[in-house]
């Protein structure tokens, strides 16, 4: 069965670090590309960050580029999202999901497998 566990999310202050972790199950990252994506209450979901399975490429969010590094373990199965210099507008559930050829070029949209969640807050 193929799963995706996300962890780490807390409140923060803001200028504060939190690292994400998904955990994937059944799979590894070599097989598919995996991404964190974020939805703010009242707003779209957004792709803030993917890693590619073909060669490491990684793929940014503009509002997180420079504050954001998307990584993931040796044995690639566990993607981090570490997160630095957070901003109370970071403040969202984060998701990690996992796609064949959805990081190819940019964050792309991810529909085969979806983590449940894991909540940020940053506190101004």
């Known amino acids: 069965e193929v799963q995706l566990v996300e962890s780490g999310g807390v409140l923060v202050q803001a200028g504060g670090s939190l690292r994400l972790s998904c955990a994937a199950s059944?799979?590894?990252?070599?097989?598919?590309?995996i991404g964190w994506f974020r939805q703010a209450p009242g707003k779209e979901r957004e792709g803030v960050s993917c890693i590619s399975s073909r060669d490491g490429s990684t793929y940014y969010l503009d509002s997180v580029k420079g504050r954001f590094t998307i990584s993931s373990d040796n044995a690639k199965s566990t993607v981090f999202l570490q997160m630095n210099s957070l901003k109370p507008e970071d403040t969202a559930v984060y998701y990690c999901?996992?796609?064949?050829?959805?990081?190819?070029?940019?964050?792309?949209?991810?529909?085969?497998?979806w983590g449940q969640g894991t909540q940020v807050t940053v506190s101004a």
């Open positions: 059944g799979f590894t990252s070599d097989e598919y590309d």
């Open positions: 999901a996992a796609d064949r050829q959805a990081c190819r070029y940019g964050v792309g949209d991810m529909d085969l497998y």
